[in-house]
């Protein structure tokens, strides 16, 4: 913390943009601001007492090790569930979920509705270790996770994810392994074939389009055209990237906070939904494990189009999925391309609030979506005795 503190304080900031918009990226004054709080009134110790606080253990998958919160509840019929994150977000997304999960009852919910929480971190981010060789791909992760639930003792689960997690989760459902219920997704992969060549390439969108579709293309246009060089720059070159990020807060700062703020549901302002101190959290995870680099590094394994239906090979699941659309996603799935890409869609629900990182801007609001989704699929779950957290 003191050599973070002195690297602040030795900022060489940029001049001024030169737009009175956000349009060249994050505003020197918003930086100015951030900068002068994260050096002299952030305080890291708080998170870290409220991770400390949580069951958390580590275990060694395939090589690597695999850190993660294992919450139980106190229901004896609750629902195993593993909630995995994405960029730049990290398991402190959910942390104000867990209770909302595994105690629903205590936020308005019903007993039945429990669930057992599980979040690791992805390998190369947080307090997981950082992949030496190539190949920790979505794939890979997705078996990780089934070990890792399976190790746990739970031989039926269900997975959430959004981003990164959504990917993941949608790997996990391909590979539909013994045990997986269903599936949860936030940003879900919905683009038909026929119209990511002219997304990607910033065509008008095409007539015969609903209203929802035409705003749904006319997003995703306007995001790859305007707003996804940070994702070619680590789909590419995530080390070359990484040495920024290693050396610089502010530089890492910057590259997160933009992203923060355009995903949340908050007009542009994501301090008014996570408030100053949540964002800095987990801008400083990113600095205290340097996992800049290796983070980044997990794009260049994806190398894929996140959003496009055919690239996700969504049509070959065929366990049960359940999606929510948050209003300030990146672009808002409509039900008709949902249906279409993912022919084992059984619950489909459009949330009033929210954006990206849904479960950190919205946690009770995640949950009771979570809650109903997955209510269906309880009738299926066995329960049997399991081991003690984090065997």
Do not use: C
């Amino acid at each position: 913390m003191d050599d973070l503190r002195r690297r602040i304080a030795a900022t060489r900031l940029p001049d001024r943009e030169t737009v009175r918009d956000i349009s060249q990226g994050v505003p020197l004054h918003t930086m100015q601001s951030l900068l002068a709080y994260w050096g002299t009134a952030y305080d890291w110790r708080k998170v870290e007492a409220r991770l400390n606080a949580l069951p958390e253990f580590v275990t060694t998958i395939d090589g690597v090790d695999i850190q993660f919160i294992h919450v139980r509840s106190r229901e004896p019929h609750a629902m195993p569930l593993i909630l995995t994150h994405g960029w730049p977000g990290s398991p402190l997304e959910f942390i104000k979920a867990i209770g909302p999960l595994t105690d629903p009852v205590a936020f308005g919910g019903r007993a039945e509705d429990a669930f057992d929480v599980v979040i690791p971190a992805i390998p190369g981010y947080g307090f997981s270790g950082k992949p030496t060789e190539p190949g920790w791909n979505p794939d890979r992760v997705a078996r990780a996770w089934d070990v890792l639930m399976k190790r746990l003792g739970y031989t039926q689960y269900v997975s959430q994810g959004g981003d990164h997690g959504s990917v993941i989760s949608d790997a996990l459902a391909r590979q539909a392994p013994p045990g997986l219920l269903g599936i949860h997704l936030n940003m879900p992969a919905t683009v038909p074939a026929d119209l990511v060549d002219g997304i990607n390439s910033g065509k008008p969108a095409p007539s015969g389009l609903s209203g929802d579709e035409r705003r749904a293309y006319t997003q995703l246009s306007t995001f790859f055209g305007r707003n996804a060089a940070y994702g070619a720059m680590m789909v590419t070159r995530p080390q070359t990237l990484g040495y920024a990020l290693a050396d610089s807060p502010a530089g890492l700062a910057a590259w997160m906070f933009e992203k923060i703020a355009a995903w949340t549901d908050s007009d542009g302002d994501p301090e008014r939904v996570l408030g100053r101190d949540g964002v800095l959290d987990d801008i400083t995870l990113y600095w205290v494990t340097n996992t800049g680099a290796s983070s980044a590094r997990f794009y260049w394994e994806n190398n894929n189009n996140n959003f496009s239906a055919e690239a996700q090979r969504t049509a070959t699941i065929k366990v049960p999925v359940a999606v929510t659309v948050f209003p300030g996603e990146i672009y808002r799935a409509p039900e008709s391309w949902t249906r279409q890409a993912y022919p084992s869609l059984y619950y489909f629900h459009q949330a009033s609030r929210g954006g990206h990182f849904a479960a950190w801007e919205q946690p009770q609001l995640f949950a009771e979506e979570l809650r109903a989704a997955f209510r269906p699929l309880r009738a299926q779950l066995t329960h049997q005795a399991s081991p003690p957290a984090g065997r």
